[in-house]
């Protein structure tokens, strides 16, 4: 569980601001999340998340007095933006960002509460489809939808996921699980924080790819 519990996500203040140098010192280490799913077929979703992370990091890097959390970003890029907001600079990378994360969050979420096809009880389709279908798949077409259906067809067993997020070790399931649930208190606080921002700004966007 080293690849989760090494980099925890900070606990939010009564006023759920995010801050963004925090957030980025954390999220960056999420992308290899996806090299644990076995199939290639996840790269894509890797590689847009760690290209969302630079875009956000460069706005942030350009002003960190400025874009201390990840609400003055969106407010300072509205202004900056007008029209074109919120489809457009950090702001966009974020909306994209946070998806990922939900992704992430409900296939963990799913594992810890012990979720499974009774059928096939070491796999983890039932938890993987599950998180695509709630966090990804009304922003994708049909074509991007096919690519994740052959994905789940080569998705790990539920075994060697928990042994890949453990870096190798042989860590006990229920120790892993464990693990796990510590590492989605801040995690799923954070992400419902970034969703909730966009809710209140009216800066979600439902476009598909």
Request: aromatic share 10%; with cysteine; hydrophobic share 45%.
């Amino acid at each position: 569980m080293a690849l989760l519990l090494d980099n925890q996500f900070a606990q939010l203040p009564s006023t759920k601001e995010v801050a963004t140098k925090p957030f980025l010192d954390s999220v960056c280490h999420l992308p290899p999340f996806f090299d644990c799913l076995g199939s290639k077929v996840f790269a894509p979703i890797k590689a847009d998340i760690s290209g969302n992370i630079t875009k956000i990091k460069g706005v942030y890097d350009s002003d960190p007095a400025k874009y201390e959390t990840l609400q003055k970003i969106l407010e300072a890029e509205k202004d900056i933006y007008g029209a074109e907001w919120p489809k457009a600079g950090a702001t966009l990378a974020l909306m994209w960002l946070k998806r990922g994360l939900r992704f992430i969050q409900i296939l963990l979420q799913s594992l810890a509460d012990g979720e499974r096809d009774e059928n096939h009880p070491n796999l983890i389709r039932v938890n993987i489809t599950k998180a695509y279908d709630q966090a990804l798949k009304m922003y994708h077409g049909w074509i991007v939808q096919k690519v994740f259906k052959a994905a789940l067809l080569a998705a790990p067993y539920r075994s060697d996921f928990l042994k890949a997020l453990s870096k190798g070790q042989e860590v006990a399931e229920e120790d892993c699980l464990a693990n796990v649930q510590q590492f989605l208190v801040n995690f799923t606080s954070t992400v419902d924080a970034i969703y909730e921002m966009y809710t209140v700004m009216n800066a979600e966007l439902d476009y598909t790819v």
